[in-house]
Each structure stands twice: as C-alpha cells, then as structure tokens.
C-alpha cells in the first residue's frame, strides 16, 4: 500500500510561470518530506527538504510547504525554466528509509 | 571524487535466469539501498542494509536477494521467482539513520526476454 501519493502524473506549464507539485501521504509518523528531481536513465537528485514540524521551507526558486493537518504538501517552482523540464518525486522518510511516490513529469513550454 | 557506482547500465537477460546487479560506493556510507522504478509506481524500495551483514526487506522483496559483505558493495540478485524483473533499478546510499544525503547510482536498466 502506497503511503506517499503523486495524483498528477504530468504537469505542463508556460516559461516563467509557476509551476505546483502535489503530494499526499498516509503515514503520521513520517519525520522529514524531501523532493527529488530525475532525468531519464538517471539517479535521481536531491532538491528541498522540510521537517514535519515545520510548515514552510525555502531554497532559491523551490519552496516547499507542508500542511500536516491535511496530510499533504507541495513543491512551488518560480519561475519555470527549461531545464526544471524532468520528472520530480516525493519522498517521506521514517524508520530508516524513504518512501517515494509515483513521481510527476513537469514538460516547461518555451 | 566519491561517488556510487552501478553497473552495468543496460544488462539483457533470459527468462527464467538469475543475475546479479553490481552497486560500489566510496562514501563510506553505512546505509544502502534498492529500489526499482516502474512507469507510474515511482521507486519501490526493494531491500535495504544499515549495516554491514545486516540487511532488511522492503516493500517488494519477493523473488530478490542481496548481501553485504562489504561496507562498500551491496549486489542485488534478481532471481527467477521474480515474475516482472523488466525494470530500471536505482541503488542508494547514505549516512545511517538519517533523511538527507542519499547519493543515488545512475542506474541500471534490466531487459528480461
């Protein structure tokens, strides 16, 4: 049973447009959300991170947001470029491990 | 430069044959993991190992089997009993215990036929 969920699959949107990730997860005892960026045939990388305790966490064009309540947080990019084109995983991590979502592909139009 | 090594990238097998997939890293990280990437089902944690000649299943650990030897070598087999093992499998590494600094492999693309 999947606890880290990505319902969107794909995300299309307009150079220098914002572009917003969502992620649902089931499990209260995850301690930390983090979001990873992946191009084909590769690792994916590592890009933000946020604590379950706080709501809000900032780096350059990602902020993260977080809405323990609700269970469900999101990834804001502004502005899109071209190369945020990629698919950008979820992850939750408790007991030792992460636990990834099904990812969703974000195609930024020029 | 330390790094975590997969290979090889594309590797073909035949039905009902095991193989073995390689996974080096020169982080000395304690912690490594498996995991498989299917379209629409993200990553799935296969196996992971916390340390040496200790290792734990994950969520999808049937028809698989790893070791650890090594602090630096964590191989995952891919038996027969595996019924889907077309996939691209991702190994990952970090510092025990914690959520940041997961270095992932590039990757290695398994072609059953």
Known sequence: DQQVKQNSPSLSVQEGRISILNC??????FDYFLWYKKYPAEGPTFLISISSIKDKNED????????KSAKHLSLHIVPS?????????????????????????????? | DGGITQSPKYLFRKEGQN???????????????WYRQDPGQGLRLIYYSQIVNDFQKGDIAEGYSVSREKKESFPLTVTSA???????????????????????????????V
């Not at chain 1, 649902?24 to 005892?29: P, V």
């Not at chain 1, 350059?60 to 809405?67: K, S």
């Not at chain 2, 193989?19 to 993991?33: F, G, I, K, P, R």
């Not at chain 2, 019924?83 to 600094?101: D, E, H, M, R, W």
Request: some cysteine; proline content about 2%.
């Open chain 1, 24 to 29: 649902d997860y089931t499990n209260s005892m």
């Open chain 1, 60 to 67: 350059g064009r990602f902020t993260v947001f977080l809405n």
């Open chain 1, 81 to 110: 470029q071209p190369g945020d084109s990629a698919v950008y995983f979820c992850a939750a991590f408790n007991d030792y491990k992460l636990s990834f979502g099904a990812g969703t592909t974000v195609t930024v139009r020029a």
């Open chain 2, 19 to 33: 193989v073995t997939l390689s996974c080096e890293q020169n982080l000395n990280h304690d912690a490594m993991y």
């Open chain 2, 82 to 112: 595996q019924k889907n093992p077309t996939a691209f499998y991702l190994c990952a590494s970090s510092i025990q215990g914690v959520y940041y600094g997961y270095t992932f492999g590039s990757g290695t693309r398994l072609t059953v």
